[in-house]
């Protein structure tokens, strides 16, 4: 009966629950549940309660489970509902793109983007390298970056270019 319960209240609580909270590193800790939980603001801040979810993705923590990690550290939960975390994503730019591509380009470089993935990226800062440029197959060119989020996180970006060097006499 009390398992039944359980499960009722945690798909309740997954039709109620909308947003996700956003992660901000490569591990939740005891701060972020508390921001969903006060209860949890029993707990040492920094103490790791799970990995992050891989970008694209939301990590949940049911009813049960948060139970479990309570009782563990001796928290009173009043009426636990499923905490969700996931990394804020968006798309990616033409102009941030050329912005990120300028800072490792000569100034007389003639930089034009042909595509940028229409797929979410992590929320983070931009970086190409110049390592990550290939050679140019019919004119284009793809170069290969990442996106910095978390603490210590990238994950891979790319973008087409065309890219011309004009040298003046």
């Given at each position: 009966?009390?398992?039944?319960?359980?499960?009722?209240?945690?798909?309740?609580?997954?039709?109620?629950?909308?947003?996700?909270?956003p992660?901000?590193?490569?591990?939740?800790?005891?701060?972020?549940?508390?921001?969903?939980?006060?209860?949890?603001?029993?707990?040492?801040?920094?103490?790791?309660?799970?990995?992050?979810?891989?970008?694209?993705?939301?990590?949940?923590?049911?009813?049960?489970?948060?139970?479990?990690?309570?009782?563990?550290?001796?928290?009173?939960?009043?009426?636990?509902?499923?905490?969700?975390?996931?990394?804020?994503?968006?798309?990616?730019r033409?102009?941030?793109?050329?912005d990120?591509?300028?800072?490792?380009?000569?100034?007389?470089?003639?930089?034009?983007?042909?595509?940028?993935?229409?797929?979410?990226i992590?929320?983070?800062?931009?970086?190409?390298?110049?390592?990550?440029?290939?050679?140019?197959?019919?004119?284009?060119?793809?170069?290969?970056?990442?996106?910095?989020?978390?603490?210590?996180?990238?994950?891979?970006?790319?973008?087409?270019?065309?890219?011309?060097?004009?040298?003046?006499?």
């Amino acid at each position: 009966m009390i398992k039944r319960l359980l499960t009722l209240m945690a798909l309740s609580s997954a039709l109620l629950v909308g947003d996700c909270m956003p992660v901000t590193g490569d591990r939740i800790l005891a701060r972020d549940l508390a921001l969903a939980d006060p209860a949890f603001a029993a707990l040492p801040a920094t103490t790791i309660v799970s990995y992050a979810p891989p970008p694209g993705t939301k990590r949940v923590f049911a009813v049960p489970e948060l139970v479990r990690i309570a009782r563990a550290n001796r928290v009173s939960l009043a009426k636990p509902v499923e905490i969700c975390f996931e990394f804020p994503m968006r798309l990616m730019r033409e102009q941030e793109v050329i912005d990120s591509m300028r800072r490792t380009l000569p100034p007389e470089a003639e930089l034009t983007i042909v595509e940028i993935p229409k797929t979410a990226i992590p929320d983070g800062a931009l970086e190409f390298p110049r390592t990550g440029l290939e050679p140019a197959i019919r004119g284009a060119q793809l170069w290969r970056g990442y996106v910095r989020y978390g603490e210590t996180l990238r994950s891979p970006v790319w973008a087409r270019i065309t890219l011309q060097r004009h040298f003046r006499a």
